[in-house]
């Protein structure tokens, strides 16, 4: 592990790290940048492996980390490097995972994610999606960057405990659906999704937050399903809806 310290915001390296906050710049690199003690203290508590560590100087996480880095600055580069509002002590950088679609093809349950563009509800879903033991997630069409900052906080630092893959190849979904049932959620249907039964093998998909599902996952659905409610309530948050249909799904497995 190599140390090195910088005091200039005008370092090449803070530069760069600068320019990782654009979602443009970040998928061109393939890196990842993560801000807050919350996050890093989480992430380093799961053998996550970084490429930079920013600290400073008294910062305990140095001891405990696994980084190649570990680079000391000041408040005013953690400030300038940094996507939030709020002080952090700690930033780092990490290498985009990739994950083969060919492994969902061995996963029970997963979810599909459908153009969800908000990126603090995707980051609940996936915290949810881990706790209630969902086996992947796939983010179909276009859906807000899964590295986004803000979604890697909402995760809870659970980002990287469950496999994710983009995609917008509907015939890789299809032939998912050869040893899967594809559950859609809708807002009109005649079955209640509290009814649903749940196969060993399924694909529960989600909307976006304003269309709902694609109409090419709707075509292709085994089933469509909606949360019947009561007290005249029209619709619930799509992250809330998610969430308790992964709870629901593991009570009836």
Partial sequence: METIEITSTQNDLIKFCVKLQNPKHRKK????????????????????????????KDNLFAKKANTKKIVYVTDEILKKISTTKSPTDSIGILKEKTVDLKQFKNLKKIALIDGIKDAGNLGTI????????ID?????????????????????????KIPIAKTSDLSFVKELKS???LIST?????????????????????????????KEIADISDIKATFFMDNNVESLNLAVCASIAFALAKSKM
């Fill in 179 to 181: 040893n899967h049932k």
């Fill in 186 to 214: 809708v807002v009109n249907s005649k079955n209640n999704f509290m009814d649903i039964k749940l196969e060993d093998n399924f694909i529960l998909a989600f909307g976006s937050e304003a269309n709902g599902i694609s």
């Fill in 126 to 133: 996936i915290r949810s999606a881990v706790a209630f033991s």
């Fill in 29 to 56: 690199e393939k890196l990842i940048l993560v801000d807050g003690n919350q996050t890093i203290e989480g992430l380093i508590n799961d053998k996550v492996e970084f490429e930079y560590l920013f600290l400073k």
């Fill in 136 to 160: 992947g997630i796939i983010l179909f069409n276009d859906c807000v960057d899964l590295y986004n900052s803000k979604t890697i906080r909402a995760t809870a630092q659970n980002i990287f």
